[in-house]
Nanobody, 123 residues
Framework: QVQLVESGGGLVQAGGSLRLSCAAS????????MGWFRQAPGKEREFVAA????????YYADSVKGRFTISRDNGKNMVALQMNSLKPEDTAVYYC????????????????WGQGTQVTVSS
């Protein structure tokens, strides 16, 4: 198990960029796949992006492909989500999670979650 803390959320205009960070504690961070999910009010939590343990493989939801980039630094126990060309429909609470599946994962594939960080995109 790892403990996860997200940061970097905020308010941005449509077309702008934000970079989310997730700091992890625990010596086993580098053994886990990491993912980002988001949840908008009244909607289910949905997958955004995932990365394998080494950072050599990534997977994205179709809705963010080409706009978002996930990366990790195992030396710093960090995972990041660079979000460009933001749209109002990207507004949600974004969660970082650790698990064992990076390819086409769902929430049940992740066992540890952060508390979330709010991203609001104004039109």
């Amino acid at each position: 198990q790892v403990q996860l803390v997200e940061s970097g959320g905020g308010l941005v205009q449509a077309g702008g960029s934000l970079r989310l960070s997730c700091a992890a504690s625990g010596r086993t961070f580098s053994t886990y796949a990491m993912g980002w999910f988001r949840q908008a009010p009244g909607k289910e939590r949905e997958f955004v992006a995932a990365i394998n343990w080494s950072g050599g493989n990534t997977y994205y939801a179709d809705s963010v492909k080409g706009r978002f980039t996930i990366s990790r630094d195992n030396g710093k126990n960090m995972v990041a989500l660079q979000m460009n060309s933001l749209k109002p429909e990207d507004t949600a609470v974004y969660y970082c999670a650790s698990g064992r599946r990076w390819y086409d994962p769902g929430p049940s594939d992740f066992g540890s979650w952060g508390q979330g960080t709010q991203v609001t995109v104004s039109s």
